[in-house]
Nanobody, 127 residues
C-alpha cells in the first residue's frame, strides 16, 4: 500500500519561498507510469492542482503558478519536493501530495485522478 507524508514549515512569511517535502513509502517514485503531484485547498475553496513530477522526472505545472513553482525529487530518499516562491497570504492553504498510476487518457491535472494522498499539511503565509 502506497503511503505519502508531507513535511515542512507551517508558517511562511510573505515574499519568502514555501518548501514542502513528500515522503513516499510502499512504492518507488520512479516506478513506470506513476505521477506525483502537489495539490492545495485554500480556506473555503476547492482543491487546486499545482503540478506534477512523473516517474521519469519530467514536470508540468498549472499555468497560473508556473512562474513561481518548482517540483524536484530525491530518488535515494523516495521524496519529492515543492517550492513555491514569492508567497503571499493568498497561498495560505492545506497542501497535499498525491500519487497515481497513469491509466489511459486520465487528466493528471485533476485532483480526482489521484488515488494516493497524504493527510495534508496547513501552510499559513503571514508576517
Amino acid at each position: 500500500q502506497v503511503q505519502l507524508q508531507e513535511s515542512g514549515p507551517g508558517l511562511v512569511k510573505p515574499s519568502q519561498t514555501l518548501s514542502l517535502t513528500c515522503t513516499v513509502s510502499g512504492g518507488s517514485i520512479t516506478t513506470n507510469y506513476y505521477y506525483w503531484s502537489w495539490i492545495r485547498q485554500p480556506p473555503g475553496k476547492g482543491l487546486e492542482w499545482i503540478g506534477y513530477m512523473s516517474y521519469s522526472g519530467s514536470t508540468y505545472y498549472t499555468p497560473s503558478l508556473q512562474s513561481r513553482t518548482s517540483i524536484s525529487r530525491d530518488t535515494s530518499k523516495n521524496q519529492f519536493t515543492l517550492q513555491l516562491s514569492s508567497v503571499t497570504p493568498e497561498d495560505t492553504a492545506v497542501y497535499y501530495c498525491a500519487g497515481t498510476k497513469l491509466r489511459g487518457a486520465a487528466a493528471l491535472t485533476s485532483p480526482s485522478a489521484y488515488g494516493f494522498w497524504g493527510q495534508g499539511t496547513q501552510v499559513t503565509v503571514a508576517s
